[in-house]
């Protein structure tokens, strides 16, 4: 009796540890052992080519054919850009709405001798203030953001992840120009 309940128990341990079935045109790979046709969905962990079955960010969101593909790929690039200019924004607005500007020199010896003046310039912003609630408000979106962004790329969909670098490579070429780099003319360090 205890050779036929081993080999019961074999069976059944064999039947759910079966590997799961994939799909190299997208699929994420489904268990054969359900019996009740719920398929779990396992994640892809090789970057692949591919529109049907593919998950984005949301369970309800399910990508099955090329055109829901390409949709999903313009709003992820749109998405990709707005990230990068919401980091341009938020530098912006930062620098404009600096207080307390502060102006330090000290003395630094030349090499022929001669004493030069380095000027620092120390700012800061106020913790109290319209500008630094809108600069958190602004950090939640950006934190937001690049976390889906992280998950859509974590989905290994080769077009999704091409959609993710080009619309932070576009969005950078776009906006990066207006990053203004301030020069202190009475700075005298190389």
């Not at 980091?87 to 938020?90: D, F």
């Given at each position: 009796m205890t050779d036929m309940s081993h080999a019961h128990h074999g069976h059944h341990v064999e039947a759910t540890m079966s590997p799961p079935i994939t799909d190299p045109h997208g699929d994420h790979g489904t268990?054969?052992?359900s019996g009740d046709g719920n398929h779990e969905m396992m994640m892809q962990m090789t970057f692949y080519f591919?529109?049907?079955n593919v998950e984005l960010l949301f369970a309800g969101l399910l990508i099955n054919t090329p055109g829901e593909m390409v949709g999903a790929c313009i709003g992820v690039f749109l998405l990709a850009m707005f990230y990068e200019g919401l980091?341009?924004?938020?530098e912006i607005l930062l620098r404009r709405n600096q207080v307390n500007v502060r102006y330090n020199s000290m003395p630094i010896p030349g090499s022929d001798g001669t004493v030069l003046m380095e000027t620092h310039?120390?700012?800061?912003?106020?913790?109290?203030?319209?500008?630094?609630?809108?600069?958190?408000?602004l950090h939640i979106i950006q934190v937001v953001v690049s976390y889906f962004l992280m998950?859509?790329?974590?989905t290994y969909n080769g077009y999704l992840c091409i959609a993710v670098a080009a619309g932070a490579g576009f969005g950078y070429f776009?906006?990066?120009w207006k990053k203004a780099v301030v020069v202190d003319i009475t700075e005298h360090c190389h």
């Open positions: 268990h054969p052992d591919g529109y049907k980091k341009i924004s938020r310039k120390t700012v800061g912003q106020r913790m109290v203030s319209l500008s630094h609630v809108l600069q958190t408000v998950l859509v790329f974590m776009l906006f990066s």
